[in-house]
């Protein structure tokens, strides 16, 4: 079983920081991608930010210059450096990891969700 585990979520002003972490654990051969989406209410889950395996970085056009993805690959853990946030990022944050397990099976996980709200 693999569990991804989310954390870093809260309030914050206009303007201010968070930063988010995602924690994979299990039975785990290897991390392919590991991606932060996020959900509003009342739309679509959408793609924030991705980084591969070698280490490759890809992000929304929305979140570019102010959301900076980063991973520990011994500890098996992605991170979400959120700056100058807006309202219109407040959502339900999605960590997903496309990985193989022990068992040379792969698939796509999803943490549990942590809420950002951007508000004065």
């Known amino acids: 079983q693999v569990q991804l585990v989310e954390s870093g979520g809260g309030l914050v002003q206009p303007g201010g920081s968070l930063r988010l972490s995602c924690a994979a654990s299990g039975s785990i051969f290897r991390i392919n991608l590991m991606d932060w989406y996020r959900q509003a209410p009342g739309k679509q889950r959408d793609l924030v930010a991705r980084i591969t395996s070698g280490g490759s970085t890809n992000y929304a056009d929305s979140v570019k210059g102010r959301f900076t993805i980063s991973r520990d690959v011994a500890k098996n853990t992605a991170y979400l450096q959120m700056n100058s946030l807006k309202p219109e990022d407040t959502a339900v944050y999605y960590c997903?990891?496309?990985?193989?397990?022990?068992?040379?099976?792969?698939?796509?996980?999803w943490g549990q969700g942590t809420q950002v709200t951007v508000s004065s």
């Open positions: 997903s990891s496309l990985l193989a397990t022990t068992d040379q099976l792969m698939r796509r996980y």
